[in-house]
């Protein structure tokens, strides 16, 4: 294999590819390792990254797993995954990526449902985890019923800054997603835990599932908090950007934020160096156009900070959709692999 060219390489890993896959695409998946599984599914989802696989021909290989139990394929799956959605969000690709996902991990929550079983596996905890994670966030009701119920239930508690039944391990889970299919009143009701709470373990959680709102006013209240000396401690001044940030919703709030408080955010960050990339690096994360590049370049200041953060958060520009193909069409990829996946509202 040593003295193959590049493109040889490329080549014999794409029929290794090709023949693995079709063993997956069958009852007979278990006889790869799980995980050779894992490395199958994060290679073929790192082609068509690259442009060298159609999406469409990767993404049909994710169909296996349904059948899939273990952690690990699930989690290169998942990861992958979450690129694309970051990379299409708010196109008209967003929500069908988006019933797609849910169809794929809603199998996987009903049959484990949320709290972990008595006697279960690190890795079977691990695996409860993320399937919950995102079946809540791709709007699986089931999962959402379970956490609004969980929260609900908290809110109930005479002692609510004393007493919390939801597990630990689902804090985070069950915290934003009330939030996100709630209103004022679970908003209000982690404000006041927050005010109270005296864990910065718990505050940091506090905090990030506030933003999970969709109110743009409670975004925006929440960021002018970041920098407002007195209002939550500074080292939860990032976390608090950052929640906002990651959020489809929050996304272009925290971005606009950003250029209208650029003095008063380097006021806030007095002396530390990191603080200022540290937001531009999440922003960047989620961003795949030189326009979205010249959106945060326009600002004095931050000339000398944004291109470091954009090397490290930005993805290449990824080719316009011609199709109801999702999520993205690419250069073809192997000649003999045709099929192709089409998801619908």
Not at 102 to 118: A, C, I, N, T, W
Not at 201 to 206: H, M, N, P, V
Not at 258 to 275: M, N, R
Not at 277 to 293: D, G, I
Request: net charge neutral; proline share 6%; glycine share 6%.
């Amino acid at each position: 294999m040593a003295s193959l060219s590049p493109e040889q390489m490329w080549l014999v890993r794409m029929v290794k590819l090709g023949f693995e896959s079709s063993i997956l695409d069958s009852p007979s998946f278990y006889k790869i390792h799980f995980i050779n599984r894992a490395h199958l599914l994060d290679d073929v989802l790192d082609f068509a990254r690259a442009g060298q696989l159609d999406y469409p021909v990767a993404l049909d290989l994710t169909n296996y797993l349904y059948r899939e139990d273990h952690y690990l394929p699930w989690k290169a799956a998942l990861s992958n995954l979450g690129y694309i959605s970051r990379m299409i969000r708010s196109t008209d690709s967003g929500d069908k990526f988006k019933n797609f996902l849910r169809r794929l991990v809603s199998p996987q929550f009903d049959k484990l449902g949320m709290e972990s079983q008595k006697g279960e596996t690190l890795l079977e905890t691990l695996q409860r985890r993320q399937i919950s994670r995102w079946a809540c966030s791709a709007g699986h009701g089931p999962c959402i019923k379970e956490a609004v119920d969980k929260f609900g239930s908290w809110m109930a508690e005479g002692d609510p800054d004393k007493d919390n039944p939801i597990p630990g391990d689902l804090r985070s889970l069950v915290y934003c997603t009330a939030v996100e299919n709630g209103g004022e009143v679970e908003w209000r009701f982690l404000r006041d835990r927050y005010e109270h709470a005296n864990f910065s373990g718990e505050t940091s959680r506090l905090l990030s599932a506030m933003a999970c709102s969709r109110d743009a006013s409670k975004l925006n209240a929440l960021l002018n908090w970041s920098i407002q000396r007195g209002s939550i401690r500074k080292e939860d001044s990032t976390v608090l950007f950052k929640a906002v940030a990651r959020r489809e919703e929050g996304h272009d709030i925290a971005k606009a934020f950003l250029k209208e408080k650029t003095q008063d955010i380097f006021i806030y960050a007095g002396s530390d160096p990191f603080h200022v990339p540290k937001l531009l690096e999440v922003l960047a994360s989620r961003m795949n156009t030189p326009t979205h590049l010249k959106e945060v370049q326009v600002k004095e200041g931050f000339g000398n900070q944004i291109n470091p953060c954009w090397d490290r958060g930005m993805n290449p520009e990824l080719p316009s959709q011609k199709s109801d193909a999702l999520p993205l069409d690419h250069p073809p990829g192997h000649p003999h692999w045709s099929i192709s996946i089409r998801l619908t509202s």
